[in-house]
């Protein structure tokens, strides 16, 4: 009997007149709540700075004046000593929350990366897009390249005989410049 419930009240459609009853009357419990939660938090306030925040009577004398002053300095220090305390504290507890929500994630590992598109651009497009419209002057790696001259070679330079030098290097003596002129 009780699976047979659930397919009847499907089958049954609520009006809209009733749906909008319904939904003024929640309306209306929520803000009597956010009142009465206001309210609330008044009382809690007013109760607070009657423990500890006591009437003022300023005296008349400028000694007594000056004593007041020095006596709110020193409570406001105390103050602003325990707020710092309380903002490193509240700091530090987002930081661990925040690390905890990370590891809770990567031990899920429903975190994907995503899949990396490859992009052609050219040293000037790359440069505006990080730059924007700072960069003005063109890039051209290929001037920024280092000349390089050839070497000719001192056999090349000879433009003497052929015939002698190949008679020079035959036989013995030849050899023996060889490696005399190499070393």
């Known amino acids: 009997m009780q699976a047979s419930a659930p397919v009847r009240m499907a089958e049954k459609k609520m009006s809209t007149s009733r749906r909008n009853q319904l939904k003024s009357l929640l309306l209306q419990i929520g803000e009597a709540m956010l009142e009465e939660e206001a309210r609330e938090a008044e009382k809690e306030k007013m109760k607070y700075m009657e423990e500890n925040c006591p009437a003022l009577s300023v005296p008349g004398c400028t000694q007594e004046l000056q004593e007041l002053c020095r006596k709110l300095h020193k409570q406001i220090d105390l103050v602003d000593e325990e707020r710092y305390d309380m903002d490193i ?13 990370l590891m809770v994630q990567d031990l899920k590992g429903k975190f994907k ?5 490859r992009v052609r651009m050219s040293a000037d497009a790359m440069l505006a897009a990080l730059l ?20 000719v ?7 003497g005989n052929w015939r002698k030098n190949i008679e020079d290097k035959a036989g013995m003596d030849g050899r023996k410049k060889m490696f005399e002129t190499e070393a």
Request: charged share 50%; glycine share 2%.
């Open 89 to 101: 504290k509240a700091a530090k507890s987002n930081k661990e929350i925040d690390d905890l929500k």
């Open 113 to 117: 990366k995503p899949a990396l598109k």
């Open 132 to 151: 924007g419209s700072k960069h003005k002057v063109s890039m051209d790696l290929r001037a920024n390249l280092k000349q390089v001259k050839k070497e």
């Open 153 to 159: 070679k001192e056999e090349e330079k000879q433009t």
